[in-house]
């Protein structure tokens, strides 16, 4: 079983940064595509970005594309997305997710994934 365990979150005004990070238990973190979704009340949880094992294949939902950034340490089982000029509509709990190991497409359906953090609030004030 693989716990995920997400931090990094809180207040940042408009335009400014955060680094989540989402730490997972297990020996198999190096082949597990990891992805982060957020979700907002009352609304579907919506991809982010997604990573593949090695750190090269990635994929970014097209609001956040040029703006967030997914990597990753395997050596320290943990995986980041660093967000940059973040705007207020960026706000909402963000959440890391894993797909079973040794998957090889790097997915945006919240259905791939496997394993789920209990999220992080990211909160930007305008």
């Known amino acids: 079983q693989v716990q995920l365990v997400e931090s990094g979150g809180g207040l940042v005004q408009a335009g400014g940064s955060l680094r989540l990070s989402c730490a997972a238990s297990?020996?198999?973190?190096?082949?597990?595509?990891m992805g982060w979704f957020r979700q907002a009340p009352g609304r579907e949880r919506e991809f982010v970005a997604a990573?593949?094992?090695?750190?090269?294949?990635?994929s970014y939902a097209d609001s956040v594309k040029g703006r967030f950034t997914i990597s990753r340490d395997n050596a320290k089982n943990t995986v980041y997305l660093q967000m940059n000029n973040l705007k207020p509509e960026d706000a909402t709990v963000y959440y890391c997710?894993?797909?079973?190991?040794?998957?090889?497409?790097?997915?945006?359906?919240?259905?791939?994934?496997?394993?789920w953090g209990r999220g992080t609030q990211v909160t930007v004030s305008a």
């Open positions: 997710a894993a797909e079973k190991p040794e998957r090889v497409e790097v997915e945006r359906s919240t259905r791939v994934y496997d394993y």
């Open positions: 297990g020996r198999t973190f190096s082949t597990q595509i």
């Open positions: 990573l593949g094992w090695s750190g090269i294949l990635s």
